[in-house]
């Protein structure tokens, strides 16, 4: 039997070229940082690398290049959800061919189907896939997949784990209690990494996070401090990340902001497939100021030159600024500037 | 200009043959009876026709033989959604070849957007479209459009129209105050036949729902009356459609119900692509005895050999029925019968 | 048998004296004014009127005085709900001896509650009531009632009605649907204004609604029309009603902006018991002078010295006002000013 | 200035006696039993309390009469909440006469407020009490109080702490980052006993929840446990409860199935004031067997005669019994049986 799948697995972004097609070679460099900064796993379309926005063909095109580049350095974790199950099955045979080690589901979207459908779809998945699946919920984006329905798919052997991106620590806990006892090899990852290492601390397994592929040290740092029971240092740096992830994703439509701060990791994004309007590209570069103060901190990169302002600014100024910041994007906005 | 978009029109299912394709010869003769009793318009790829769980290539092919059956007796709006704007225009393009009157764009889905990306992805859609667009709100499967951003996409002139399936009556009424003064040619459409003849009432200019696709007749009737203001006789439909509709949403993930539906009236639908568990199955089996009898009452087809319950049923037998059915259901679904 | 509730009925609002204390003389003053312009009743201690925020004996002078004053003129319905079951009992059996017609008894809040226990909550009531009962329905701040639970409530011939403040005319139909025809007596009111009309058109018996207490004329008005199927002007009052209750609703936390608009009908309405920041009384002045112009077009209250914008104004003025407004407040409220 | 409020609080419940009333020997011996099995702290009128259901009068006693048994050998946080400002500040003079450390006020509920009204009302409180005042978030029962809303109040000195009962980690931790630095006193509560000891290991000061009115040993030995860093024990006993807790808040409507659990340590608890359904009381009863076992297993009560199924049952038996079980109470509940 393979090893369970534990770690840090990085849900990356997909770098684009100028006409919007795959970066390939920037990808392929991505991939490179992105173990060489200690992630355990990559998992390509994944939520935040925005498999809905891809072709079945570049979806494809996206495991097979990431499935060379790690060569066996790091685990694979591949995005396989297609139209519908032929499709999705069709998906999780060409991985398992790139050397996949599972693929991810993620639970039927567009609809919200209840928890019979749930589980007869993942349930005729697992039947025909000739590689491992991890079950995939995002209550917020997809149908729910309550713990009864993952009780019952836990009984079908290729079904090795889930991701649970709802972040209810009392949800994690309620999984690991009712299917650990019965199936020790199955494996509980979180997809919310605001509370990473609380998650950890309950039982978790690992985590496969957006956040992993812009800052992938501290992510990594966060399970090994964990894992060492250093818990004062762990939550040091969950609250830091905290900040870092807030910025992140609450000021631009996921996974915007994700892209934002990826860009100033180094790489060549490329202008997103959800467009921007006018506002929102104001907004980005607003954004990335900030976040280039947060990843300085860090110190995973330089400050701006025009420096950065105290983590404690004169709430004054603060809100000054802000505001006019705030109208002048509204007139822009408005198009009355 | 092209006439605005009024009547209603079917968001239709398509049949299946026995290997889970398109069943092209019973799609032609679907597309055929439609017509033939009354609807005003054909509206492929639309929820109800499940267009997410169908290929790029099969939504083609899709729109491409209801354009033709169709043969200009009644317009086409085509459901054109893909994976990103690009690939939607793609379709546009293809849309506009086959003779579509217009597209339907369901707003961006899966992610759950603001009002900014919703309206710089219609924008940049309708920028590019060499046909007609209507925008598709449905905010409970995906991100809501909302009445300021409506407004500024009806500065466009390739939008013509929204269908809205939020069933909100005031909402309809918001957005035809704010536009209809300045936009006269622009269609507001329903797709929630529950209340049909009241949004006919408040200024509705049609209907696009699932239910059109059972009843055509029917919803063809109500909108009749509704325009010659025989309000009793149209309210007396919209009470019976309602029963209907109530059983053909509440008693199974939609659109499972009325593909159950369209099989009284006669179509080989097939085995639908979200599969059924078991005890779905039986589900299935005893809504379609509910809906046999119902659609007997209007006429549609012949009630069951074992005849139907009375309409209004003596209580305490029908409580016993169906705790019966309930129970072993239940025993079956656990897997203890 | 007492006659069926159907009509107008107005939530109305309790002015308040300099000392916050109820004030009584305003209070008959208004409850005249209100009856002169039409309205079919009186309902006392209704969310509009912020039963919550007033003591046990403060609910019991408002019901009496409103009793007195009605005078037999109008019906009074009157809001019941108080701690527990004991307390409600008591408080019908008072306003039985002001001289009430019915109570109106919100489903338990707070505690959000299963049907089952709403439904023993109102069976204990109306077993214990010495006066009719209707039940509340406002599954925004209380308990839902449902469908079933309805049902087995309407068999209490104590029970005598709902009102619904869902706004959800499907819910209303299917309620209708399944009462009507054992419980022809059974009242049914919507107490969503937006929808007013639509709703006496698939048949609800009537109204209770904030609005009616800012311009009883004009909701009488449409109750009024829709009886005699005038629906082309009962609709053109619907649309202006809307826009009305829309800047009263959402301009401000419920029922604020209601106080506002009463106190431009010319009453002394006193300092809300819910405190206002600040920035809301900015807020409230400008929703204010909105207000006046709206009523103003329905030739209600005197236009403003300073003048009305038209209807339809230009729109980069009215953006640069609004944003210009926002600017100042936003500076006031973070003390930057 | 008085110390920091932490530790475990009980927001207890309250005994009645046949009649209904407070049963104050009850109440009287109950807070002796908390005390002496380690509870840092009582809180009378929580929402465990059921404040809602009781008068004026009645909270007003149950806080006297806690003051006076609890008599300073632990700190007492009385809920005060009433039907306006003018009457909590009333409520606040008389606790702080009865001797408690502080009142905790829940945000404004039935109307569900914005940011701006939240402030305004806990600012004119805060300015007019005698007494320290914490915040009580329970956003799914009241108007949620958000983060820069209680930056804004912790401002004012009165206010020393919050209690949230959302039971979000990552929500918990941003009210520290934000609060803590400059308000190192303000006590942060959370609510939420599903997850205690992971809101405690990111830095919450206590915890006020319905279960340690339940098994107070337990959470005492849970926060002990955390405070001394013995993780494995702790998260042992987080496991434990959160099935206890599960069975006691899902299996009944708040907080019924916590009541029932109370009874079996050896409290006449009475009636509730929210009747029950026939149907409910057989619930009621068949909750109370597997509470038994719960407690019996933690050693605290003894199992019932009839033994107790073991842990993991033997799946098949397990669900024939719940069905037949379910299929009797639905007889019943439809009046069949």
Chains 1, 2, 3, 4 share one sequence.
């Not at 997809?142 to 290729?158: C, H, K, Y």
């Amino acid at each position: 039997m393979a090893a369970k799948i534990t770690g840090i697995l990085t849900p990356h972004m997909v770098p684009l070229d100028a006409n919007g097609r795959i970066h390939e070679a920037e990808l392929r460099r991505y991939v490179d940082w992105l173990i060489a900064r200690g992630v355990h796993g990559l998992y390509p379309n994944g939520s935040t690398g925005e498999f809905i926005r891809f072709t079945v063909e570049e979806r494809r095109r996206i495991v097979k290049i990431v499935c060379e580049q790690a060569a066996g350095r790091v685990l694979v974790l591949a995005g396989a959800a297609e139209a519908n199950v032929r499709e999705t099955v069709a998906a999780c045979e060409a991985y398992a061919d790139y050397g996949a080690r599972a693929v991810a589901i993620v639970s039927p979207f567009y609809f919200r189907l209840g928890p019979e459908s749930v589980y007869a779809y993942f349930r005729e998945i697992a039947l025909a896939s000739p590689i491992d699946v991890t079950l995939y919920n995002i209550p917020m984006f997809a149908s729910p997949i309550d713990v009864p329905t993952i009780q019952r798919l836990a009984e079908l052997e290729r079904i090795v784990g889930i991701k649970d991106s709802s972040g209810d620590l009392a949800f994690m806990m309620r999984m690991i209690a009712a299917i650990r006892p019965v199936r020790p090899d199955f494996s509980f990852l979180t997809g919310w990494e605001a509370v990473l290492v609380p998650m950890l601390l309950i039982g978790a397994d690992g985590g496969t996070h957006a956040t992993s592929g812009v800052v992938p040290e501290l992510t990594r740092m966060m399970f090994d401090l964990t894992g060492a029971r250093d818990l004062d240092q762990a939550m040091k740096l969950q609250y830091r990340l905290l900040e870092l992830f807030d910025a992140m994703l609450y000021s631009a439509d996921f996974p915007e902001g994700f892209r934002a701060a990826v860009e100033l990791r180094g790489f060549a994004m490329g202008r997103g497939r959800q467009p921007l309007s006018a506002a929102q590209q104001v907004d980005r570069e607003r954004l990335q100021r900030v976040l280039r103060c947060l990843l300085a901190d860090f110190g995973y990169v330089d400050p701006p030159p025009e420096g950065c302002p105290p983590r404690r600014p004169d709430a004054k100024a603060a809100q000054v600024n802000e505001i006019v910041g705030e109208v002048v994007e509204a007139l822009r906005h408005k198009g009355v500037l």
